[in-house]
């Protein structure tokens, strides 16, 4: 089969950039989903404040993931739900496979966006038993949303940022009992109104510069608790618990674009994308969780929007010829930036780059060289791990293609 | 399913344990005109030893020659290489390449060299440091020589067991789980055993309780070895490690392990371990974080790429090692009391000719052994990488969509494998079972994306 573009993945993103796709008049457009149902991680997303930045209004996850999927089918899109991209056959040439069964699909164009995951139990190394009861929050979710199983219990949380408290709702509904929500930062990383509620609720304590040092179990090999143990003084305690859920720590679901030889940006571990989103792979682009691990919803839409926005112009008659790739660097404590590559003059999605800390610090300055050159500085809001750092893009047109690559550091 | 002579509570043989040796030992029995019986205090067969191992299939180049893991463990292998094909058990001949790192270790290697050869392992070749370099390109810096063994495999161990005891128990073997043995009074005409779930009456006993062998052995008087755990902690890492190695890179053995090892897994990920540390709890497998963070040291050293991939799981497992070298086997005919015990962690590979020589022992000490026909082994569900899975078969999702209905992502598993596994002789009694028989779960989201729907699947095949 032919397409003009196949979009990998039915979440935000893929489903934005259908819709965009369409209306910029791009014939034939493919998204190939592996669930059943469209929509993503928002199907199974209880809580509301979906489709702010995007739609313009506030939705639960499940309402947002069911009208971008109508939004897409109206725009002319055909999405194609249990079908699993399995792998490369060519350039950008995909294998899926579906109930109807294994289809080759050439594309002139290709849009990964395949999300991302909580990093499990075991890729975080905590040594201890391997008992039943352990998961991540989109487990979670979907036992708790999606099948209305019931988990009662008291359970531990790993992580204390947006998402933790996330999952400190979702247990409060399935009947268990939040003991506390362990972090190796020194503060959580959500809001404070998020603790406090927690703490008020259930009296749930966040315990900082915390680690899991080990998982006990019981004499009849269920989970008995969560040793902790303090960064700072090595000191121990033990937590008794019934539910352990993993949050957060976030990893792109890359395994297509590695299979595909795509290169990948170390710091992110997603595709390496220019402010087009285009990766290394002339044609093949990528957006949402993909390339941001993670943002919320309506920002996934609109990377992937962005993506469409530059796949259609690729894809017009005659294109302007794209510009040389200048790559980004980031110095420490800043872990990465999206897109780690400029192509002048063209901006990044929603005018800016998006960065994260791996330490709390105070208000400062960013400062985006080129060799001696300053290009910018601009002021932040204070630095908080696992949250967005935004830098407007406004730089990127004084950027010189042939003069190297551009640090970015904190003042 | 077979109801023996004198009522469902009596057999002329009785199995204890349902690991690889128990399960071998009752398929072979199968063969012959005999009641059968297989007991295991577990609710699945091959949950202790058997499921959490190295899984490769080993040619047995540095046993210790004259031995009787040397003999069976070559045996064995030859068996389980034939089986493996006929049943459908995924097996990769990797070749292993044995490397030295220090001048120590070099000046060894001819004398492993020369002690696979009295093992009739002839096929070993020396490699050179730049050989070495490029069969495995990846392999960390300071590698000085080595030895390549073509014979050396990988193997599903899962697939192992679940064959054999699918296999005995479609020729008539009474498979008893979640069925604990607590003692057994020997009798004239009969043994009573008397176990959680009533007492059974058999005429033979046969100890293949790995890790309680000593136990059960001392249930009949014996006395002459104590099973001391030794625990082996291994990380398994993610697919995209794969590319990083071809063959299993083995590391200068010593007396008392055959140290961390690198090797490819038939589901396609990369193996790093065991660890080697002796405990006292036969329950204990957990990991600590020195047996993992030693792992991790070691794995960069011998393949540094690893360090940039993700972990997909770590786990532990327990060898039953006793104060002897050699297997524990032996058959008391005036007892009519037969023990394969401390099978330390050869007892995959030499599964089948453990069974072999025990059968024998056996009908020399006079049980008789008359031969029936069976319908032989059974054709498992494929799990292998290196092969065709059902969701990258046409014909088979043509013929059943449900192959290409695929619920686990990461391993991609179909919902028609699923349904299979719940609908098979032995179906699985929770979700690790399940893992065991089709993958389901095993891979690096570790259930982010299908735990729910997975666990919903097996209680909707279970209420059925």
């Not at chain 1, 038993?129 to 099948?147: A, F, K």
């Not at chain 1, 989970?223 to 618990?241: K, N, Y």
């Not at chain 2, 497992?317 to 032996?330: F, M, S, V």
Request: net charge positive; charged share 20%.
């Amino acid at each position: 089969m032919k397409v003009d573009v196949l979009i990998a993945g039915a979440g935000p993103a893929g489903l934005a950039a259908a819709v965009e796709l369409r209306r910029a008049g791009v014939g034939r457009v493919l998204v190939a989903d592996r669930e059943e149902t469209a929509g993503g991680v928002p199907r199974h997303c209880q809580h509301t404040g979906f489709g702010l930045r995007d739609l313009h209004r506030a939705l639960t996850g499940p309402a947002y993931a069911r009208r971008y999927a109508a939004l897409a089918a109206r725009a002319g899109a055909e999405i194609r739900t249990g079908t699993t991209v399995t792998g490369w056959a060519g350039d950008r040439e995909l294998t899926l496979t579906s109930p109807h069964g294994i289809e080759t699909v050439h594309a002139a164009a290709v849009l990964l966006a395949t999300g991302c995951r909580e990093r499990p139990r075991p890729a975080r190394l905590i040594p201890g038993s391997r008992v039943p009861g352990i998961m991540t929050t989109g487990e979670l979710q979907q036992r708790v949303y999606l099948h209305r199983q019931r988990l009662p219990g008291r359970a531990v949380i790993v992580g204390a940022e947006h998402v933790s408290f996330s999952a400190a709702l979702t247990l409060a509904h399935a009947g268990a009992q939040v003991a506390g929500l362990v972090t190796g930062y020194p503060a959580q990383q959500s809001y404070r109104a998020f603790q406090l509620g927690t703490r008020l609720r259930w009296h749930a304590p966040v315990w900082v510069n915390s680690t899991i040092s080990r998982v006990a179990a019981t004499p009849g090999s269920r989970l008995a608790g969560v040793e902790l143990a303090d960064s700072r003084t090595g000191a121990t305690r033990f937590v008794p618990c019934s539910l352990l859920v993993f949050t957060g720590d976030w990893i792109p679901d890359h395994e297509l674009a590695r299979a595909g030889g795509v290169p990948l940006d170390p710091g992110t571990g997603g595709p390496a994308v220019d402010t087009a989103l285009e990766t290394g792979t002339p044609l093949v682009f990528a957006a949402g969780n993909l390339i941001h691990p993670a943002e919320t919803a309506d920002v996934a839409a609109l990377t992937g929007r962005h993506a469409a926005r530059h796949i259609a112009a690729a894809l017009a008659t005659s294109p302007a010829p794209a510009g040389p790739r200048v790559p980004l660097a980031v110095e420490p404590p800043l872990r990465w930036i999206t897109p780690a590559a400029v192509r002048p003059p063209l901006l990044p999605p929603r005018g800016r780059f998006l960065l994260r800390c791996d330490s709390f610090h105070q208000a400062d300055r960013i400062e985006v060289r080129q060799g001696p050159r300053l290009l910018a500085s601009a002021r932040t809001g204070r630095l908080i791990p696992t949250r967005p750092v935004h830098l407007p893009g406004g730089w990127v047109a004084h950027v010189d293609p042939a003069a190297g690559p551009v640090n970015i550091r904190l003042s | 399913m077979s109801v023996a002579p004198g009522g469902d509570d009596d057999a002329d043989v009785l199995i204890v344990g349902a690991g690889v040796v128990g399960t071998a030992i009752a398929r072979t029995l199968a063969g012959y005109q005999l009641s059968v019986a297989l007991v295991d205090a577990a609710v699945d067969v091959g949950t202790g030893t058997s499921k959490a191992n190295t899984a490769i299939l080993h040619t047995g180049f540095d046993t210790e020659p004259g031995s009787l893991e040397s003999q069976l463990l070559r045996r064995g292998s030859q068996l389980l290489s034939d089986y493996a094909g006929l049943a459908g058990i995924p097996v990769e001949r990797t070749g292993a390449l044995l490397v030295a790192w220090t001048p120590e270790q070099e000046a060894a290697l001819p004398g492993i060299a020369g002690k696979a050869r009295r093992n009739g392992v002839t096929d070993i070749s020396p490699r050179t440091s730049a050989e070495l370099y490029q069969a495995e390109p990846h392999l960390g810096p300071g590698a000085r020589a080595g030895l390549l063994i073509p014979g050396e495999s990988i193997i599903c161990p899962w697939t192992t067991t679940l064959a054999y005891a699918t296999e005995a128990v479609r020729a008539g073997v009474r498979l008893l789980l979640g069925t604990r043995v607590q003692d057994v009074r020997p009798g004239p005409e009969k043994h009573e055993v008397r176990t959680s779930r009533g007492p059974l009456r058999c005429r033979w006993l046969i100890n293949a309780a790995g890790l309680y062998s000593d136990q059960v052995d001392r249930m009949l008087g014996g006395s002459s070895f104590t099973i001391t755990p030794r625990r082996g902690e291994l990380i398994v890492f993610d697919k995209l490690a794969r590319p990083l190695l071809s063959a299993i890179l083995l590391p200068v053995p010593t007396a008392r392990t055959k140290g961390v090892l690198i090797a490819p897994t038939v589901y396609g990920n990369v193996l790093l371990g065991p660890t080697a540390e002796d405990v006292t709890d036969r329950t204990d497998t957990a990991t600590t974080a020195a047996g993992l963070a030693g792992l991790l040291d070691a794995g960069r050293r011998l393949l540094p790429g690893l360090a940039a991939e993700e972990v997909t799981a770590s786990y532990a497992g327990l060898r039953a090692a006793t104060e002897h070298r050699d297997y524990q086997i032996r058959v008391d005919e005036k007892l009519r009391y037969a023990c394969a015990g401390g099978i330390r962690s050869t007892g995959l590979s030499a599964s089948l000719g453990i069974a072999e020589y025990l059968a024998g022992q056996l009908g020399a000490a006079g049980l008789k052994l008359i031969s029936r026909e069976t319908t032989g082994p059974p054709v498992m569900p494929y799990l292998g990488q290196a092969g065709v899975r059902p969701y990258q078969d046409p014909a088979r999702i043509a013929a059943d969509p449900e192959y290409g209905r695929i619920v686990c992502h990461c391993e991609r598993v179909s919902r028609g494998e699923i349904r299979d596994a719940l609908a098979s002789t032995l179906p699985p009694a929770d979700l690790d079972g399940l893992r065991r028989r089709t993958r389901a779960g095993n891979g690096r989201c570790q259930g982010f994306y299908c735990a729910a729907t997975v666990s919903e699947l097996l209680a909707g095949g279970a209420a059925q």
